[in-house]
């Protein structure tokens, strides 16, 4: 098993993290799915910590996944380093972020809270 991250740990991560979950609404970002179950909401940063240790913390760098867009994503984080990560007007490039996905709003709309 692998050693949890300390960062993970901390109480203000915990706090940032729930602010995100609520911010989409405890829905996948991705795919829509409902994250609102026991162990099944992940937090994952746009820009990696490694990439950005500064952005870590922030919640425009943080969105919410269902644990199999986060394991997807994490195959990309592997093979594609800086593919993703944001244009130069801010833009995200993953057609997926949910500033690309115009339907989401739509889509969580009849959604309610937690
Ligand atoms: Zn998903």
Same mark, same amino acid.
């Given at each position: 098993m692998k050693k949890a991250d300390p960062f993970y740990l901390s109480a203000a991560w915990r706090d940032i993290r729930l602010a995100v979950l609520r911010r989409d609404r405890?829905?996948?970002?991705?795919?829509?799915? +409902?994250?609102?179950? +026991? /162990?099944m909401a992940r937090v994952d940063h746009i820009v990696p910590r490694r990439q950005a240790?500064?952005?870590?913390?922030?919640t425009d760098n943080l969105r919410t996944l269902c644990p199999t867009c986060d394991n997807k994503r994490h195959i990309e984080k592997g093979h594609g380093g800086n593919e993703w990560g944001a244009t130069?007007? /801010?833009?995200?490039?993953?057609?997926?972020h949910w500033w690309n996905a115009f339907d989401y709003q739509k889509a969580r709309a009849n959604d309610t809270d937690e």
């Open positions: 405890w829905l996948c970002v991705m795919c829509g799915a +409902k994250v609102h179950y +026991k /162990g240790p500064e952005l870590a913390m922030r130069k007007q /801010g833009q995200p490039r993953d057609p997926r």
